[in-house]
């Protein structure tokens, strides 16, 4: 069995694996903040503010499953081979820290036949919020809403299906930043286009470059320029179209 155990005085958690026949405990990893454990005994953890993946039978051999300059803590498992998590993406507190002081939102991502090979990743709650301490159940998310005070529901079937087609996605994104809803269209768009680079490395161009006018549109000046960085790094075509941009 799997378990993890806080020491005294101190803020992280070790993992620990547990054997009933030999009554030995074994220290699997140290320095997580949080973990999470599927049916199948696959063990999900926080560490060094990425989220890393402990097979079965082979604890200590970890995989690094997050990745880009966010914070990801709190991974929950769910059904059908889901993940929740909770991200922290930028200083928004202004302090110099990326902490949980700062903005936060609820993120899922969905494995092939099992971690650590991501099948989708969305974002499951816009920017600019609280929220925290994700919990599935019966094709629901439920979670926190620091700044309200609440527990928020969401279905997430209805989330996908109107985030996943790329189609009608974007003319709900569009919809949103009409309204002056940045936020929301944001995340629309920033969920096709991660799952578009999870199909591909070379994702849709015009995409990538709608994505960072909106960052702009909204004063997220420091994510529109990670994202121009990383088109730079990439193939002499989006080299060429970032630095034009």
Known sequence: IFYTRLASAVTEQSV???SLKDNKEEVLLNGASSCTESDNQQI???LAGKLSYLP???GKKKTQITFGSG????PRFGPGNRLFFTRYERDSSGDGFLDVDDHSSIWMARFHSSPPYLREIYRLTPGGQFHQHPVSAQGLLYYSDLQSGD???LD???FLESNR????ARALASAHFTRGEHHQGLQILGNLLTNANLMSPKAEHLLELEYIEKLRDA??????EQIIKQMVNRDDTTKTLARIH
């Open 219 to 224: 004063t997220l000046f420091d994510q529109a």
């Open 44 to 46: 999900v953890c926080a």
């Open 151 to 153: 527990i928020v529901k």
């Open 56 to 58: 079965p039978g082979d």
């Open 165 to 168: 087609d790329p189609l009608p």
């Open 156 to 158: 997430i079937e209805a």
């Open 16 to 18: 620990i694996r547990y």
């Open 71 to 74: 914070l990801d803590s709190n």
